[in-house]
Nanobody, 124 residues
Framework: QVRLEESGGGLVQAGGSVRLSCAAS????????LAWFRQTPGKEREFVAG????????LYSHSVKGRFTISRDNAKNTVDLQMNSLKPEDTAVYYC?????????????????WGQGTQVTVSE
């Protein structure tokens, strides 16, 4: 099992930037896949971005590609999500999720480990 703890988030104006961080601990990371999802009230969790720990292969949703960057810090065992050019529609609770494997699925049910979530609110 992997334990995850998010930090960052908050209130930002449209066009601004926010950086989220996810600290991972537990099992060894050689086959770890970490992803960020987001959720707004009444909607299902939406895949945002994912990264494969061993080779830093990344995957982004169409809605954030070019604006968001996912990265990992091997020394700190963290995965960050740098969010730039934020839009009001990016407002959501952002969750870090983890699974072991070689692919980066965009379905939340395939990730067994989750953080508690952190709110990001983008104002007009």
């Amino acid at each position: 099992q992997v334990r995850l703890e998010e930090s960052g988030g908050g209130l930002v104006q449209a066009g601004g930037s926010v950086r989220l961080s996810c600290a991972a601990s537990g099992r060894t990371f050689s086959t770890l896949v970490l992803a960020w999802f987001r959720q707004t009230p009444g909607k299902e969790r939406e895949f945002v971005a994912g990264i494969r720990w061993r080779d830093i292969y990344t995957l982004y949703s169409h809605s954030v590609k070019g604006r968001f960057t996912i990265s990992r810090d091997n020394a700190k065992n963290t995965v960050d999500l740098q969010m730039n050019s934020l839009k009001p529609e990016d407002t959501a609770v952002y969750y870090c999720a983890a699974r072991f494997g070689s692919v980066i699925p965009d379905e939340d049910r395939t990730y067994p480990s989750w953080g508690q979530g952190t709110q990001v609110t983008v104002s007009e």
